[in-house]
T-cell receptor
Framework: DTGVSQNPRHKITKRGQNVTFRCDPISEHNRLYWYRQTLGQGPEFLTYFQNEAQLEKSRLLSDRFSAERPKGSFSTLEIQRTEQGDSAMYLC????????????FGPGTRLTVL | DAKTTQPPSMDCAEGRAANLPCNHSTISGNEYVYWYRQIHSQGPQYIIHGLKNNETNEMASLIITEDRKSSTLILPHATLRDTAVYYCIVRLNQAGTALIFGKGTTLSVSS
């Protein structure tokens, strides 16, 4: 399967714990995006990478959130000191520089904070 | 905020055409209309996009009005697998531009 993959698919954690999610984009895609989706709403943009550079961050990305893409391939999204309001589906998408219009999404990681 | 307005839900009989409307009255001249869909428990999937001409691909057709203030996504022969939330998005045709999703239209296809 050469699509976008995300791990884990599900994560249950207790309030105050730290969690980290991983996204593996389609190989050769140099642009990577993170979105968050809560129940009944459309996805909301969080941040965007071009290669290893984080070029844009939404105001939704509080200081408890950090994202990295160290070698321009996979990316991680870490949430520190989780809160119940962080419960959501976290989606990753990637796109290729010469086909930047179409973003390919992964299946998402569903986070539940107890 | 999303720049589009869509009906919250629509129903369609299997095998019939599904016509999903979208209003985008504030669209600017260099913004495109994109359609994505999200099947339950999956990530969004790109369907089609256009600027002002009608577009067709293997999944759907996109009809954009002459004034570009509204558009219609057409699934010519809907199947049960087309049951999903459909999002109409207006955005610049630039790589790296974030997608701004609204609540979309939940299309239910029944046999």
């Amino acid at each position: 399967d050469t699509g976008v993959s995300q791990n884990p698919r599900h994560k249950i954690t207790k309030r105050g714990q730290n969690v980290t999610f991983r996204c593996d984009p389609i190989s050769e895609h140099n642009r990577l995006y993170w979105y968050r989706q809560t129940l009944g709403q459309g996805p909301e943009f969080l941040t965007y990478f071009q290669n290893e550079a984080q070029l844009e961050k939404s105001r939704l990305l509080s200081d408890r959130f950090s994202a990295e893409r160290p070698k321009g391939s996979f990316s991680t999204l870490e949430i520190q000191r989780t809160e119940q309001g962080d419960s959501a589906m976290y989606l990753c998408a990637s796109s290729f520089i010469d086909r930047g219009n179409e973003q390919f999404f992964g299946p998402g990681t569903r986070l539940t904070v107890l | 905020d999303a720049k589009t307005t869509q009906p919250p839900s629509m129903d369609c009989a299997e095998g019939r055409a599904a016509n999903l409307p979208c209003n985008h009255s504030t669209i600017s001249g260099n913004e495109y209309v994109y359609w994505y869909r999200q099947i339950h428990s999956q990530g969004p999937q790109y369907i089609i996009h256009g600027l002002k001409n009608n577009e067709t691909n293997e999944m759907a057709s996109l009809i954009i009005t002459e004034d570009r203030k509204s558009s219609t996504l057409i699934l010519p022969h809907a199947t049960l697998r087309d049951t999903a939330v459909y999002y109409c998005i207006v955005r610049l045709n630039q790589a790296g531009t974030a997608l701004i999703f609204g609540k979309g239209t939940t299309l239910s296809v029944s046999s």
